[in-house]
C-alpha cells in the first residue's frame, strides 16, 4: 500500500495527545480530587471551622494551579513544536506492508524498517501514530486516506503490533 501523507497543525498537536494520552488522565485524576478538595472546603467554611477550611484551600488552589500550567504548556509546545520541525510539515511518502514500511520525506530523509522495531500504535480521529521503543513516533493523517485504505492500515497495524 503506498500514499503520501501532510501532516497539518492540528493533527500534529493530536498525535502529541495521543501520545501523552496517560499523562493527561493523571492530570484530569489530580484535577477530580482538586475538585473534591473544594467541596471539603465548602463544607468546613459552611460548618464555621475558619482554620481547617483555610488549610483546605491552600491546597486546593496549588491543585488546581499545577496541573493548568501542565496542560497548557503541553498545548504550546505542541503549536511551536510544529512550526519548528520542518520536516514535519513536508509530505511523507509511505510504503506499507504486512512485513513492515518504509518512508521517504520530500525534505530527503528515508527510512524502513519491519514491524518489530515498533512498540505500538493508537489512532484518533484524524490521526495513526506509530510508536518505536525510544518513545520517537511517526504521524500517519488520515486526510490523505480513503474510507478503505485506513481500514486496510488498520488491518495491517493490528496484525502487525499492540495497540494501545
Keep these: 500500500m503506498n500514499f503520501t501523507s501532510l501532516v497539518s497543525p492540528a493533527e500534529y498537536r493530536e ?34 471551622k475558619i482554620s481547617k ?5 491552600a491546597q486546593a488552589i496549588i491543585f488546581l494551579i499545577w496541573p ?15 512550526r519548528r520541525n520542518r520536516n514535519i510539515r513536508r509530505e511523507i511518502s509511505f510504503h506499507v506492508t504486512p512485513e513492515g514500511f518504509s ?3 520530500s ?13 505500538y500504535w493508537r489512532e484518533s480521529k484524524n490521526t495513526f501514530i506509530l510508536v518505536f521503543p525510544s518513545n520517537v513516533f511517526l504521524i500517519v493523517s488520515k486526510s490523505a486516506l480513503s474510507a478503505e485504505q485506513q481500514e486496510e492500515l488498520r488491518t495491517i497495524f493490528s496484525g502487525a503490533l499492540p495497540k494501545r
Design 15 to 48: 498525535a502529541l495527545r495521543l501520545k501523552g494520552r496517560n499523562r493527561r488522565r493523571i492530570i484530569y485524576a489530580i484535577l477530580f480530587c482538586d475538585f473534591a478538595a473544594w467541596i471539603y472546603w465548602a463544607a468546613l467554611a459552611g460548618e464555621g
Design 53 to 57: 477550611a483555610s488549610a483546605v484551600m
Design 68 to 82: 493548568l500550567i501542565y496542560i497548557l504548556a503541553l498545548e504550546a509546545s505542541g503549536l511551536f513544536g510544529y
Design 103 to 105: 518512508y521517504t520525506s
Design 107 to 119: 525534505s530527503g530523509s528515508a527510512a524502513s524498517s519491519p514491524w518489530t522495531s515498533l512498540n
